[in-house]
């Protein structure tokens, strides 16, 4: 998918990318970095990581509520931050979560943002389903087209530590991929309305 996007043209409680991540052991630690383009004035989801686990069904989603908040969803917890109002430009977004700390870090096109602590001590399950562009509020389905991401997505890699600064500064000039979602080497499933195009800028 290098140099590639995924196109979400309309509101739909359809249209969505199901991937396919490579994990084997239960969560201590998460980062999700992507890059995001829309020009929606509501809220909407861009990552959102379900599980079979009851009680816990959607341990992890990216929510942002333009024009200048990003929530961060561990485990039954939403973290909230305020950050710089977005320009109508390609976002980078990374979100980094260590359990042994609960220590969230939130960098929004490398800056990191206050960082707060949310559910120490908590895991992520193995069993995961990852969608894009749309929130789970079941184990992949339960989609509501008002959280629906209507825009683009790109560049979207995950691993199962926290990144450090430097790791974030290289993933931003694309020169550190995930280990458990790699967008080089993406293992993706579109469903509904969601077109693979060529990144124009
Ligand atoms: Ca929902």
Redesign the pocket.
Known sequence: MEGKVFVFPHEANTSHVILRPTITKPLQEVSVCLRSYSDLSRSY?VFSLATPVPGRT?PFFIYLQPPNTCSVHINQEDTYFRTDSESLDWRHICVTWDSNTGVVQLWVNGKLYPRRVSMKGSSIAAETSIVLGQ???SFGG???AS?SLVGEISDIHMWDYALTPEDVHKVISGRHNGNVINWVSLYYEIKGEVLVQPRLQ
């Open positions: 989801t959607t929130e789970q509020d339960g989609f509501d959280q």
